[in-house]
């Protein structure tokens, strides 16, 4: 995967914008907010659909427009493919190759990339919901009917909550449709278990590989699907049966006490939990090991490297992991920012000078 041109327009504090991209490391520097952030976030925008800052279309338009536009071209396996978003108001027209997508699912998938940013350091120390994440984001650019399940579970989730809510106050509930929407929320469980638990796999293969490159061997790495179900075979049925003989108990809670919106990742290092036990060192290297090994089972699925995005994060690792970045670059592309260019004094890095939301290349 590999960009060859953004284009920006009243996005943030870019008026307008283009931008080129080279093989290998680009590299985006300057003092804070210039404008680093919001090209990852533009770029990020085409592989999930949305801001990684958790920003509505609404905040991300510049201040006094009426909306924003930004086109991308790259190529994929050796074909040019473009994509382009033009949101105006509750108006949000989307483009693939130059022609109209009703869902925003039709433009999931095509690029990918990984995302690094100092939120993630928490990864390992925080609750489970980030590592929910990761699964989720990991799983849907390699599978964007993953997407479709997992929206529509949440949907369901949300009906069968009110319906155990409204129970729980002693109001009509209609026990039928309480069994209607447990065998569905057990279906796309069913389906959203099996998905994680196969991606966990291959990525711990992966991150304990690199892990121990990065410790010089004196580190081992292992990551654990945690989920309601102990695993094997009919899925589905475990989970109809934890649904329904818990009935009681969750209406008593007035809420969805399992399911897929409660999986974990357990991580361990040297056979002992890495939340309750990892340094801070220890906890940077795993989750460079993690978002690396995104990158691999990416690979795996759809034949090339993602676009790798670290934003802001190469000041908050050491020497020897930035070193084990900076050795990535001959087959894949990276963009990084930072707000300085030391260390990057290599003529094969493209340099972009970042102020006040305009790029300037030290290519081309
Ligand atoms: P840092 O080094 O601090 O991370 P940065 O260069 O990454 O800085 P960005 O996050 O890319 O900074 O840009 C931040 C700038 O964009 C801020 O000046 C902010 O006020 C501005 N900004 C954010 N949203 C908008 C918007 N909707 N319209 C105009 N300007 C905006
Ligand atoms: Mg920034």
Redo the contacts with the bound molecule.
Sequence with gaps: MKIEKLKVENF??IESASLSFSDGVNLLY??????????L?AVYYFARGKSFRGSSDG?????GNDGFFIEMTFDSNERRQSLAYRVYGKDKKKYRNGAEEERITDMIGHFRAVLFFPEHLTLVKEGPSMRRDFMNIGISQIKPMYLNIYSEYNKILENRNTILKNAQKGLYYSEEQLDIWSNSLAKRAAYINEKRSEYIKKISESAKRILYELSGGKEELSLEYVSDIKGGSDIEAQYRDILFSSREREIAAGCSLYGIHRDDVEIKINGISARSFASQGQQRSIVLALKMAEGEVCREYSGEYPVFLFD?VLSELDEKRRAYIMEKKQDRQILI?A?EKQGFDDSDVNVIK?EKGTYVSSYR
């Design positions: 943030r504090n300057g003092q804070n907010a210039q404008g680093k952030t919001n090209i976030e905040e991300l338009k510049r201040f802001d920012t707000c970042v």
